[in-house]
Structure formats: structure tokens, C-alpha cells
């Protein structure tokens, strides 16, 4: 069976190699195994660790193919994707466009099997739009990143980003939004040897992030926008009677779960019952397949997935359909001159 990942990290050496020569933060030391750990900023009790695995494409891939099916891939930032918004403006617009570039280049080595979404820095508005235009006209990648936060500020709805969203809408470009570890790992990080950040904090993080899309108004004033929740929605399924409940405040004109079950979700989530849940609330159209390679394994990614027991034609859905009509794979790249 040929299957298509919709949550994979492959991520460019060359962005942490010249982290390393900066000063200051955000910036990253090398671990002496081929990978790096990176440090946001100075005082914060969390880092990032990125092993070896996250840079080698091509070994990526080998280790999918022994999985008994071809597997596609479609790379995301996940975490690191507010790094972009952590730097100084214009350092934050030519980061974006080196990882941009580099994002390319590995579609044209895998044309039809890897496929990428764009860095984008939020900070500034301008900015984001040109980078946005760029990462589609010139670059021909298929989706934008969107971090739990711009930097430090959890504020994703806020009104200076309205043509952002208005952009990305008539460019009918998925939102891929990812809990980044900005906001909630300090709180969380302290202690259990960051257990409590990693199976909590992060689930938090992503599920505000998409509340505050909901809450705000932005979904209900960009009916077509395709937001992409990571690890199969977060807590929000299995809360959104709540949010109905206690979310008339907001005054949207439908309830809260109306426009989460617009988005989209993948099914990262080391549990069946989990993935079961997610295609039951958000409907078998809207849920697609993802290892979050190489943060889980796809192995296990796939032996969850199976032990669900959907019927075959939800199941293909969910492993390859979905993602090309909502990722769009099988369309044409718009690349101006």
C-alpha cells in the first residue's frame, strides 16, 4: 500500500549549523552525535534536543520503505516553527527563506514523494505576507506552519494578522499548527525529567492555540481555511461539549465545535482509542494519517492505527486520499518565474 505521512519532520542541517555559530539566543550547540541541542532563549528552563535521525532524508525514508509500504511524506516544522518569530525581523525573514529554500530543494530530489510547508516569521505582518508569497510563487511549497505562538506571545488571533489569514484562505494553503514550547514549558518543565511538559504541555498548548482561532473569530470570518491540528486534536475532542458549554461568551453566531470540526486533525497518538475517538468527532474526511517521525516511531505509528479496526475505505482514506485532496499533493506547484 502506498501511504502518505502527513506529519513528518525532516529538518535542514544547515539552519542549526549556523545557530551554532550565533551568539546570543535563540542558538544551538552541536552533541558531539551528529545532532544539536538548541536553546530558545536565555532563563528558560526547557531545550531542544534533535537527535541525528531529524537530518538525513534519505535514511528516513529507507527506514519507511522496510515498513512493508511505500510511505510519502509531508514536512512540517513542529516545534521549531517559532523559532522563526524569535528572532530580530529581518534575521527572522532570512532564516525563514534559507529553511524555505532548503524545504524545496528536497522536493525536487523526492518530486512525488516528499512534498514541504513554509517557514513563516509572524512578528511583523509584512513581512509574513512576503515570506508567504515567496515560499508559494517562487518556492512551490504546499502548506504553512503555524506556531502555538508569535514568540513568547500566545496571541496567534491577533488582529495585526488578519490579512495573514485572509492570505493563506485564498490561497487554499493548509495551516499546520503545533504546540512550540513557548508558553506553557516553563510551568511545566520543572521536574519529572520533563515528563510532565512532553505528555501534558504540549497537548495544552496546541489545544488553546486552536481555541483562540475559534474563539476570536477567525474561523467564522475564513470559512475556507484549513487548519491542521497535530496529535489528533489536542485535548479539544474529548472537551468540546465544554467549550460549547462555557464558550457563549466568545458570541460567535455557531457553537465552538462547529468550527473545530472544520479543521482538520492527523492521527498521532500512541493509543487507539485515541485515534478512534478523533475519527469519530472530526469525521473520516478529516482525519489523516501521521508518524510524527521522527519524534514516534512509524511502526508503532502504523500498528495503533491498525488495531483502531476501521472498515478498508475509511482506512484508505486515512492513509493516503485524505492528504492528497486536502493537502492537494496531486496538484499542479505554482511556481512564477
Request: hydrophobic residues 40%; aromatic residues 10%; glycine residues 10%.
Amino acid at each position: 500500500m502506498r501511504i502518505v505521512d502527513s506529519h513528518f519532520h525532516w529538518w535542514p542541517r544547515s539552519i542549526f549549523e549556523a545557530l551554532c555559530e550565533r551568539t546570543g539566543y535563540p542558538r544551538a550547540e552541536r552533541d558531539g552525535k551528529g545532532g544539536y541541542i538548541y536553546y530558545r532563549a536565555e532563563g528558560v528552563q526547557s531545550y531542544l534536543p534533535v537527535w541525528a535521525e531529524w537530518f538525513d532524508l534519505d535514511k528516513q525514508f529507507e527506514h519507511m520503505d522496510a515498513l512493508g509500504h511505500q510511505v510519502d511524506a509531508f514536512g512540517s516544522i513542529g516545534p521549531f516553527s517559532v523559532h522563526f518569530s524569535d528572532l530580530p525581523v529581518e534575521e527572522g525573514r532570512e532564516a525563514a527563506i534559507q529553511w524555505n529554500e532548503e524545504m524545496a530543494g528536497s522536493t525536487r530530489r523526492y518530486p512525488g514523494r516528499f512534498w514541504a510547508s513554509a517557514a513563516v516569521p509572524l512578528v511583523d505582518t509584512g513581512v509574513a505576507l512576503a515570506v508567504l508569497e515567496d515560499a508559494v510563487g517562487r518556492l512551490g511549497l504546499k502548506g504553512v506552519n503555524l506556531p502555538g505562538s508569535v514568540g513568547s506571545d500566545p496571541r496567534i488571533d491577533h488582529e495585526r494578522l488578519e490579512p495573514f489569514y485572509d492570505r493563506v484562505e485564498a490561497l487554499g494553503l493548509p495551516l499546520f499548527l503545533h504546540p512550540t514550547d513557548a508558553v506553557f514549558a516553563d510551568m511545566l518543565s520543572d521536574g519529572y525529567g520533563g515528563a510532565l511538559h512532553l505528555s501534558l504541555g504540549r497537548v495544552i498548548e496546541v489545544s488553546v492555540a486552536a481555541m483562540r482561532l475559534i474563539f476570536s473569530g477567525v474561523m467564522e470570518r475564513h470559512p475556507n481555511l484549513k487548519v491542521v491540528m497535530s496529535h489528533t486534536g489536542g485535548a479539544l475532542p474529548y472537551q468540546a461539549g465544554r467549550m460549547d458549554k462555557n464558550g457563549k461568551k466568545a458570541n460567535l453566531p455557531e457553537l465552538p465545535s462547529t468550527y473545530l470540526k472544520r479543521m482538520y486533525t492527523d492521527t498521532v497518538s500512541p493509543h487507539a482509542l485515541g485515534m478512534e475517538f478523533a475519527v469519530r468527532f472530526f469525521g473520516p474526511d478529516h482525519v489523516m494519517y501521521g508518524s510524527d517521525y521522527p519524534c514516534w516511531m512509524p511502526a508503532d505509528a502504523l500498528r495503533f492505527f491498525n488495531e483502531v479496526g476501521l472498515p478498508e475505505d475509511v482506512q484508505q482514506k486515512i492513509l493516503s486520499g485524505n492528504a492528497r485532496r486536502i493537502l492537494q499533493l496531486d496538484a499542479p506547484v505554482l511556481v512564477t518565474a
